[in-house]
């Protein structure tokens, strides 16, 4: 079984900066449509960034121009960069990769998250 460890969460002063990485116990990243997702407490999960097996990107119009996504498949890793970071920004962030559509054609389909990890911006 495929495993996400994620790490980088913490506290940071608003202003400040986080990476968070995700690593993955195998190398699916390349083969695989990731996403960076985010919970705060009694809301729904959203989705912040998205990096597509093809390379495209997408975020949310409330991290725009502040965070990126990115992948190093030769470390089997996903970051997350986290920059002028807002109070609101404040939540639970989900690693989640998901079957590519060239892994999906040889017959793979997979869902995998890891297990969340707190980030907490305040003063």
């Known amino acids: 079984q495929v495993q996400l460890v994620e790490s980088g969460g913490g506290l940071v002063q608003p202003g400040g900066s986080l990476r968070l990485s995700c690593a993955a116990s195998?190398?699916?990243?390349?083969?695989?449509?990731i996403g960076w997702y985010r919970q705060a407490p009694g809301q729904q999960r959203e989705l912040v960034a998205a990096l597509a097996s093809g390379g495209v990107t997408n975020y949310a119009d409330s991290v725009k121009g502040r965070f990126t996504i990115s992948r190093d498949n030769a470390k089997n890793t996903v970051y997350l960069q986290m920059n002028s970071l807002k109070p609101e920004d404040t939540a639970v962030y989900y690693c989640n990769a998901r079957s590519g559509p060239w892994i999906i054609r040889l017959g793979s389909n997979y869902d995998y998250w890891g297990q969340g990890t707190q980030v907490t911006v305040s003063s």
């Open positions: 195998s190398s699916i990243f390349s083969v695989s449509d």
